[in-house]
T-cell receptor, first 113, second 115 residues
Framework: KQEVTQIPAALSVPEGENLVLNCSFTDSAIYNLQWFRQDPGKGLTSLLL?????REQTSGRLNASLDKSSGRSTLYIAASQPGDSATYLC????????????FGKGTKLSVIP | DAGITQSPRHKVTETGTPVTLRCHQTENHRYMYWYRQDPGHGLRLIHY???????DKGEVSDGYSVSRSKTEDFLLTLESATSSQTSVYFC??????????????FGEGSRLTVL
């Protein structure tokens, strides 16, 4: 059974700092991995989707990488801003007919002005 | 933003009463999902649908049923609500490309409190 872990559970950084959020998964036979952002009381917003054949995806100040062999994905946020404060979740899709994403529990990011 | 509307957004009910949550999409996506989110457990899949009248169970399906009579609507029903079903419920959809492995989009959530 796929397990997804995000460490640390919470992270506080000063504004302007570059930072990396980590996501690890136990089953390397994934179809894709998706990163989400969740603001308090809101739904999840899709940030980046990386297919298993890709190594990374970029959107603005965000860059996500995928290393299936090591079971890891990272989300890099450049020049962090207070508006980046939110909980970031990753989810691995393992397929095999399960139609199911396995979610990590998230990293709560606080960017201090 | 993906066109996903959940209703009601907030509901308080009593133990033993039936509750139906509705998810409506305007994207014509084939796959629809119901998740619940609880502190300490994260997001867990309740049921999903891969087409009209085609549904299947997820990780935590006990006490829940679903129906999908139209592409755009996916209903989640708690036949007899219990306090353990107090949670935030999210509907999600994924596109036709690459089947269920496509990008997942979420609704704003429905907060249910069972007293």
């Amino acid at each position: 059974k796929q397990e997804v872990t995000q460490i640390p559970a919470a992270l506080s950084v000063p504004e302007g700092e570059n930072l990396v959020l980590n996501c690890s998964f136990t089953d390397s036979a994934i179809y894709n991995l998706q990163w989400f952002r969740q603001d308090p009381g809101k739904g999840l917003t899709s940030l980046l989707l990386i297919q298993s054949s890709q190594r990374e995806q970029t959107s603005g100040r965000l860059n996500a990488s995928l290393d299936k062999s090591s079971g890891r994905s990272t989300l890099y946020i450049a020049a962090s801003q207070p508006g980046d404060s939110a909980t970031y979740l990753c989810a691995a899709y393992s397929g095999a007919g399960s139609y199911q994403l396995t979610f990590g529990k998230g990293t709560k990011l606080s960017v201090i002005p | 933003d993906a066109g996903i509307t959940q209703s009601p957004r907030h509901k308080v009910t009593e133990t033993g009463t039936p509750v139906t949550l509705r998810c409506h999409q305007t994207e014509n996506h084939r796959y629809m999902y119901w998740y619940r989110q609880d502190p300490g457990h994260g997001l867990r899949l309740i049921h999903y649908s891969y087409g009209v009248k085609d549904t299947d169970k997820g990780e935590v399906s006990d006490g829940y049923s679903v129906s999908r009579s139209k592409t755009e609507d996916f209903l989640l029903t708690l036949e007899s609500a219990t306090s353990s079903q107090t949670s935030v419920y999210f509907c999600a959809i994924s596109g036709p490309e690459k089947g269920a492995a496509g990008e997942l989009f979420f609704g704003e959530g429905s907060r249910l409190t069972v007293l």
